[in-house]
Nanobody
Framework: QVQLVESGGGLVQAGGSLRLSCAAS????????MGWYRQAPVKERELVAS???????NYADSVKGRFTISRDNARNTVYLQMNSLRPEDTAVYYC???????????????WGQGIQVTVSS
Protein backbone atom coordinates (compact mmCIF):
# COMPACT_ATOMS: atom_id res chain seq x y z
CA GLN A 1 0.00 0.00 0.00
CA VAL A 2 1.23 3.49 -0.87
CA GLN A 3 0.06 6.79 0.59
CA LEU A 4 0.38 10.21 -1.04
CA VAL A 5 0.27 13.22 1.27
CA GLU A 6 -0.01 16.73 -0.15
CA SER A 7 1.03 19.95 1.55
CA GLY A 8 1.58 23.61 0.74
CA GLY A 9 -1.86 24.80 -0.29
CA GLY A 10 -3.65 27.82 1.06
CA LEU A 11 -4.92 31.30 0.26
CA VAL A 12 -2.88 33.71 -1.84
CA GLN A 13 -3.55 36.93 -3.69
CA ALA A 14 -3.54 37.07 -7.46
CA GLY A 15 0.00 37.32 -8.76
CA GLY A 16 1.38 35.42 -5.79
CA SER A 17 3.08 32.05 -5.55
CA LEU A 18 2.59 28.74 -3.81
CA ARG A 19 4.57 25.52 -3.80
CA LEU A 20 2.75 22.23 -3.45
CA SER A 21 4.49 19.08 -2.28
CA CYS A 22 3.36 15.47 -2.44
CA ALA A 23 5.29 12.78 -0.58
CA ALA A 24 4.78 9.08 -1.19
CA SER A 25 5.26 6.53 1.57
CA UNK A 26 4.85 2.81 1.87
CA UNK A 27 6.88 -0.31 1.32
CA UNK A 28 8.19 -2.21 -1.67
CA UNK A 29 7.17 0.32 -4.28
CA UNK A 30 8.65 2.18 -7.21
CA UNK A 31 7.16 5.39 -8.51
CA UNK A 32 6.82 5.79 -12.25
CA UNK A 33 5.01 8.85 -13.58
CA MET A 34 3.66 11.51 -11.22
CA GLY A 35 1.32 14.38 -11.75
CA TRP A 36 -0.91 17.10 -10.38
CA TYR A 37 -4.58 17.44 -11.21
CA ARG A 38 -7.10 20.00 -10.07
CA GLN A 39 -10.84 20.23 -9.74
CA ALA A 40 -12.76 23.46 -9.38
CA PRO A 41 -16.40 23.57 -8.23
CA VAL A 42 -18.81 22.19 -10.84
CA LYS A 43 -15.91 21.37 -13.17
CA GLU A 44 -14.28 18.10 -14.09
CA ARG A 45 -10.89 17.11 -12.75
CA GLU A 46 -8.16 18.20 -15.16
CA LEU A 47 -4.48 17.50 -15.58
CA VAL A 48 -2.28 20.40 -14.54
CA ALA A 49 1.18 18.93 -15.02
CA SER A 50 2.91 15.57 -15.16
CA UNK A 51 6.46 14.29 -14.95
CA UNK A 52 7.85 10.93 -15.98
CA UNK A 53 10.42 8.88 -14.14
CA UNK A 54 12.87 10.24 -16.69
CA UNK A 55 11.79 13.80 -15.73
CA UNK A 56 10.06 14.64 -19.00
CA UNK A 57 7.28 17.11 -18.25
CA ASN A 58 3.89 18.01 -19.67
CA TYR A 59 1.69 21.01 -18.81
CA ALA A 60 -1.83 22.15 -19.42
CA ASP A 61 -1.87 25.14 -21.76
CA SER A 62 -3.44 27.29 -19.05
CA VAL A 63 -0.43 26.94 -16.73
CA LYS A 64 2.48 26.87 -19.18
CA GLY A 65 5.10 29.44 -18.26
CA ARG A 66 3.65 29.90 -14.76
CA PHE A 67 3.82 26.45 -13.12
CA THR A 68 6.80 24.11 -12.83
CA ILE A 69 6.63 20.45 -11.86
CA SER A 70 9.66 18.67 -10.44
CA ARG A 71 10.46 15.56 -8.45
CA ASP A 72 12.98 14.30 -5.94
CA ASN A 73 13.25 10.56 -6.44
CA ALA A 74 15.34 10.08 -3.29
CA ARG A 75 12.49 11.56 -1.24
CA ASN A 76 9.68 10.05 -3.36
CA THR A 77 8.28 13.57 -3.62
CA VAL A 78 6.81 15.64 -6.43
CA TYR A 79 6.51 19.41 -6.33
CA LEU A 80 4.42 21.99 -8.14
CA GLN A 81 5.77 25.53 -8.08
CA MET A 82 2.93 27.87 -8.96
CA ASN A 83 3.77 31.46 -9.87
CA SER A 84 1.67 34.34 -11.17
CA LEU A 85 -1.42 32.74 -9.71
CA ARG A 86 -4.82 33.77 -11.02
CA PRO A 87 -8.29 33.50 -9.48
CA GLU A 88 -9.11 30.83 -12.09
CA ASP A 89 -6.39 28.63 -10.58
CA THR A 90 -8.60 28.22 -7.51
CA ALA A 91 -9.33 24.52 -7.08
CA VAL A 92 -8.61 21.42 -5.06
CA TYR A 93 -5.29 20.07 -6.26
CA TYR A 94 -4.65 16.33 -6.28
CA CYS A 95 -1.36 14.48 -6.48
CA UNK A 96 -1.28 11.37 -8.65
CA UNK A 97 1.30 8.64 -8.98
CA UNK A 98 1.62 5.53 -11.11
CA UNK A 99 3.32 3.05 -8.82
CA UNK A 100 4.71 -0.45 -9.16
CA UNK A 101 4.16 -2.10 -5.81
CA UNK A 102 4.63 -5.43 -4.08
CA UNK A 103 5.76 -8.82 -5.27
CA UNK A 104 4.81 -9.98 -7.78
CA UNK A 105 4.88 -6.35 -8.92
CA UNK A 106 1.56 -4.74 -9.76
CA UNK A 107 1.13 -1.36 -11.42
CA UNK A 108 -1.43 0.82 -9.62
CA UNK A 109 -2.48 4.46 -9.66
CA UNK A 110 -2.69 6.30 -6.35
CA TRP A 111 -4.26 9.64 -5.48
CA GLY A 112 -3.64 12.07 -2.67
CA GLN A 113 -6.48 13.38 -0.55
CA GLY A 114 -6.46 16.77 -2.24
CA ILE A 115 -5.43 20.21 -1.03
CA GLN A 116 -7.23 23.51 -1.45
CA VAL A 117 -5.63 26.38 -3.35
CA THR A 118 -7.55 29.65 -3.31
CA VAL A 119 -6.45 32.71 -5.27
CA SER A 120 -8.17 35.96 -4.37
CA SER A 121 -8.54 38.81 -6.85
Amino acid sequence: QVQLVESGGGLVQAGGSLRLSCAASGSRFRINDMGWYRQAPVKERELVASITSGTSTNYADSVKGRFTISRDNARNTVYLQMNSLRPEDTAVYYCNADVTVGFPPIKTTYWGQGIQVTVSS
